[in-house]
């Protein structure tokens, strides 16, 4: 789907490199997180979560950092491929509140 | 097992008309919520659903509604369509706190 608009923060990486997407939000009683790809055409692709009594979770060449502090959240991807351009949405929820509070979204490109 | 499924995927109202989403969650999924999504807005949240009860509905104006069926099965509504209602609406279900979308229904109010 068209899900991001002109303003949207892009993150060009050359292919094989790491690739580091920040997220800031704003509640501080949110509880847990979940990161998203969203490729053209299509719906949110969820990719990893972490709870906010962690502040690291590593999936499959991706890897999740919270730190509650600042309320900021960051997914690492290694060793970046080309099916790996999207964009990337973080989320957030307070428990109880059963909705997601989403980010604005960062465009990746992986150059060849 | 299936994901979501979304109906129709692509549709094209004029002003004033009213329109009906339909979202199917995966099975075992009891919670739906929906999301309207566009380039200027992001990812908005709309209402959630859990056995048919609406637990949390986001700004939007009344025109905006929902329903879930005992089969958890939802439909949105949206009446007296507005050009601003172009939008990719988007459905996702859980089982408890992990969110999966549906690819969406694109609306297109001329």
């Known amino acids: 789907g068209e899900s991001v608009g002109l303003h949207l923060p892009t993150l060009s990486v050359q292919e094989g490199d790491n690739s580091i997407i920040n997220c800031a939000y704003s509640n501080s009683a949110s509880d847990y997180f979940i990161w998203y790809k969203q490729e053209s055409g299509k719906g949110p692709q969820f990719i990893i979560d972490?709870?906010?009594?962690?502040d690291k979770r590593q999936g499959q060449r991706v890897t999740v950092l919270l730190n509650k502090t600042v309320k900021h959240l960051s997914l690492q991807i290694a060793a970046t491929q080309p099916g790996d351009s999207a964009v990337y949405f973080c989320?957030?929820?307070?428990?109880?509140?059963?909705?997601?509070?989403f980010g604005t979204g960062t465009r990746l490109k992986v150059l060849a | 097992k299936a994901g979501v499924t979304q109906t129709p995927r692509y549709l094209i109202k004029t002003r004033g008309q009213q329109v009906t989403l339909s979202c199917s969650p995966i099975s075992g999924h009891r919670s739906v919520s929906w999301y309207q999504q566009t380039p200027g807005q992001g990812l908005q949240f709309l209402f959630e659903y859990f056995s048919e009860t609406q637990r949390n509905k986001g700004n939007f104006p009344g025109r905006f509604s929902g329903r879930q069926f005992s089969n958890s099965r939802s439909e949105m509504n949206v009446s007296t369509l507005e050009l601003g209602d172009s939008a990719l609406y988007l459905c996702a279900s859980s089982l408890h706190n992990e969110q999966f979308f549906g690819p969406g229904t694109r609306l297109t109010v001329l």
């Open positions: 972490i709870r906010s009594n962690m």
């Open positions: 989320a957030d929820n307070t428990s109880g509140t059963y909705k997601y509070i």
